[in-house]
């Protein structure tokens, strides 16, 4: 299992306020990733200056990681870091290297034991972090996640939610419910490799919290749910979810060869990673090398010779080291 955070080779400044040397031992870091959202990153630091400190020993820090914005995000943040009471951490890239790398490189620069996820065209609310801090200080929980409010960008009014369901890997396999804006305890992700950098790269970006989630889930880790609603994700033209589903059928055959022991221990799941078994077939290579139950079929011959629980068990070892070599 890997120890450290996968980050790509590029170099970055940082720069700290006086508040962020007056905190030296926060219990929560705020990992806010920016790139082009200089009319945004204001209001998601001015929710975060409004977070309630009671219950954090140590308070809490913010650190920025500028992804390389081309935009004036970063005279936007340094006007906020140089003066606000804030603790910030401004970590400044040289080259755009997408969302996985930017949050990796925000673990690497958090102090604190807990990292709450946060993009900076979204919110939370004063009791969010003492809340997910709460839930998780003192327990196994790898992370917990809250009810997020979904709120139109132009009016504000909210257009329903997200995270609203309890942690089940069931569901978790069947697709995405669960949100990047959570907390986690960050030994627990570093030891997993951190985000995933693959997408961005040759996969489309928007995916690696729900990679991060399936390898939790495969870990054995789990997630405590808060059946609050603590954060705000902003609706708009250039939200993440807005450019998901095009590419769902592909990213659930990647998904599928990722994270095989997920399958294998949810064998009787109708839909897989958001596609039905059967559509799933033709994304898979015609499920070349996977053994789905869709019906009545036949056992492939591989199973009348080697016998079903040694070939899951075969496949089970085929699939980790898939996942070690792509974290």
């Known amino acids: 299992m890997k120890t450290e955070t996968c980050v790509r080779d590029v170099s970055w400044e940082v720069a700290e306020n006086p508040a962020f040397t007056a905190c030296p031992s926060p219990a929560v870091s705020v990992v806010i990733t920016l790139y082009n959202y200089a009319a945004y990153i204001g209001g998601c630091l001015d929710s975060a200056r409004a977070a ?17 914005s081309k935009d004036n995000s970063v005279a936007v943040a340094e006007k906020y870091l140089a003066t606000s009471p804030l603790p910030i951490r401004l970590v400044k890239k040289s080259a755009n290297t997408g969302l996985a790398d930017a949050r ?19 919110e939370i609310r004063p009791d969010c972090l003492r809340e997910h801090y709460a ?29 609203d369901v309890g942690w089940s890997v069931a569901r978790l396999v069947s697709g995405p419910c669960i949100d990047a804006m959570a907390m986690v305890r960050k030994e627990a992700v570093l030891r997993l490799g951190g985000y995933s950098v693959e997408y961005g790269g040759h996969l489309p970006q928007g995916w690696e919290d729900y ?19 603590l954060s705000d994700y902003r609706v708009h033209g250039q939200s993440m979810l807005q450019a998901l589903n095009p590419h769902q059928g592909r990213l659930a ?15 009787d799941q109708p839909v897989l990673f958001g596609i ?34 040694l070939t899951r068990s075969i496949g089970k070892r085929l699939a980790d080291i898939f996942f070690w070599l792509h974290p």
């Open 52 to 68: 309630r400190t009671e219950g954090l020993p140590g308070g809490f820090e913010v650190v920025i990681v500028d992804d390389c």
């Open 104 to 122: 990796n490189i925000g673990l690497l620069q958090a102090r604190a034991p807990y990292v709450f996820t946060l993009d900076a065209d979204n």
């Open 135 to 163: 839930a998780l200080s003192g327990t196994d929980f790898a992370a917990s996640y809250a009810i997020i409010n979904r709120f139109d960008h132009t009016t504000r009014a909210s257009v329903g939610t997200m995270s």
């Open 211 to 229: 990679d991060l989630w399936l390898k939790l889930a495969m870990a054995g880790y789990a997630a405590k749910f808060i059946p609050k609603i």
């Open 253 to 267: 055959a990647h998904f599928t060869r990722k994270f095989l022991p997920l399958i294998a221990a949810h064998n």
């Open 276 to 309: 039905p078994r059967r559509e799933l077939l033709m994304y898979c290579s015609q499920g070349r090398g996977l053994q789905f139950t869709t019906g009545k079929l036949p056992p492939r011959f591989i199973h009348k010779l080697l016998g079903k629980k």
